[in-house]
């Protein structure tokens, strides 16, 4: 038989590898263990959630809090306005963000890279510094406590990390295949959608995805310009309906659990596509 020889640098390498799953497990766990205390609790009685020494799995499950939410009209609401006002934002922030990335990508002038400058200066901004200004236009504009309100208010924060995305795409699409499309007729809009948007769809989806993510949880703007309560989003309604000085945590948490549907499904159903969106956009250009 063959004797297996095991050095001290063999040894290293079995317990550097060994460390690095067990933190990797370690960081896992941390960072699922909110998401797996909000589905128990949902599953709990609310008796059981206020014990002072609390249970990691319920003794007895229930569903009431889900049956709850379903047979209560407000909630309803809520997620079909959220779900509403996340769709449009996207699709809003995917048309301007195609156009304004080509432009970026293919017309250079003198102020193309100050503007460029000034998306990145937008994106450390925090979003409550610039809720006053937002208020004070859209109230002008008789836009506050509407939808169209608020995706534009969304829109316009994401807008400057969106366009940027996609000029990335766009400045790694060769120019020669325009410039082929232009010696044989085509226009510059045929040559757009015909040519080089089958080219981007990654990025476009990378966009559509990120834009609808980041709307669906969005509460600042919410609370800001929407008052009525048939308008209210699923995080603002979660908040003022359900949240109060003695909470129904097990109707909080299935409410909580409900929400997080759509975006599971959405991420993982595009993740694939997300995923080689971003790190493509990231490397070129």
Not at 238 to 243: A, D, F, M, S
């Amino acid at each position: 038989m063959k004797k297996i020889t095991v050095t001290k640098k063999t040894t290293a390498k079995v317990v550097g590898g060994l460390a690095k799953y067990i933190v990797l497990i370690f960081i896992f766990a941390f960072l699922l263990f909110p998401v797996y205390w909000m589905l128990v609790t949902a599953l709990k009685t609310n008796i059981e959630s206020y014990r002072l020494v609390p249970t990691l799995w319920p003794e007895t499950i229930s569903l009431d809090g889900f049956k709850t939410l379903i047979s209560d009209g407000k909630f309803l609401v809520y997620y079909k306005n959220n779900i509403i006002v996340s769709a449009m934002a996207a699709v809003i922030i995917c048309f301007i963000s195609v156009f304004a990335g080509y432009a970026l990508s293919r017309f250079h002038f003198k102020w193309n890279k100050m503007l460029l400058a000034t998306f990145a200066f937008a994106q450390m901004m925090p979003v409550i510094s610039r809720l006053i200004s937002l208020y004070t236009i859209l109230r002008k504009l008789n836009l506050t406590d509407t939808h169209i309100g608020l995706v534009l208010a969304i829109s316009a924060t994401q807008v400057p990390f969106t366009v940027s995305l996609m000029a990335s795409f766009f400045d790694g699409i060769p120019g020669e295949l325009e410039e082929a499309a232009s010696i044989d007729g085509s226009g510059r809009f045929y040559t757009l959608f015909h040519i080089i948007m089958p080219l981007v769809v990654p990025g476009l989806l990378a966009v559509g995805v990120y834009s609808f993510l980041m709307t669906w949880d969005d509460y600042l703007h919410a609370i800001t310009l929407i008052r009525s309560n048939d308008l209210w989003t699923l995080s603002q309604g979660l908040k003022l309906t359900y949240l109060g000085e003695v909470s129904d945590w097990q109707l909080i948490n299935s409410a909580s659990t409900l929400g997080t549907v759509p975006m599971i499904f959405v991420f993982f159903f595009f993740q694939k596509y997300m995923i080689k969106g971003l790190t493509a956009g990231a490397v070129k250009g």
